[in-house]
């Protein structure tokens, strides 16, 4: 069974960039498309950033031109590089399969943007 561990999150000065990364198990990671989401206290959990299996990538309005999403399959490995941070981008972020399975949340990572 696949699984998802999040890394890279935390607290940044708006402005300022990070860089998060997935990584799965198991060895059929590089046929799935996967997408970061992203949950803020109080609002529902939202997909900011996908890729295909094939290296296609499409983003939400809201961080378009300043985050990038990217994968590695050799390391079995999403990244979600993001930059010109602002406090509305602070929240939990996960990885998972795109379109999203239930079973497949792990635990995310926090990002604060606050000065």
């Known amino acids: 069974q696949v699984q998802f561990v999040e890394s890279g999150g935390g607290l940044v000065q708006p402005g300022g960039s990070l860089r998060l990364s997935c990584a799965a198990s198991g060895s059929l990671f590089r046929i799935y498309a996967m997408g970061w989401y992203r949950q803020a206290p109080g609002k529902q959990r939202e997909l900011v950033a996908h890729?295909?299996?094939?290296?296609?990538?499409n983003y939400a309005d809201s961080v378009k031109g300043r985050f990038t999403i990217s994968r590695d399959n050799a390391k079995n490995t999403v990244y979600l590089q993001m930059n010109s941070l602002k406090p509305e981008d602070t929240a939990v972020y996960y990885c998972n399969f795109q379109p999203s399975r239930r079973d497949y949340w792990g635990q995310g990572t926090q990002v604060t943007v606050s000065s």
């Open positions: 890729i295909t299996s094939g290296g296609s990538t």
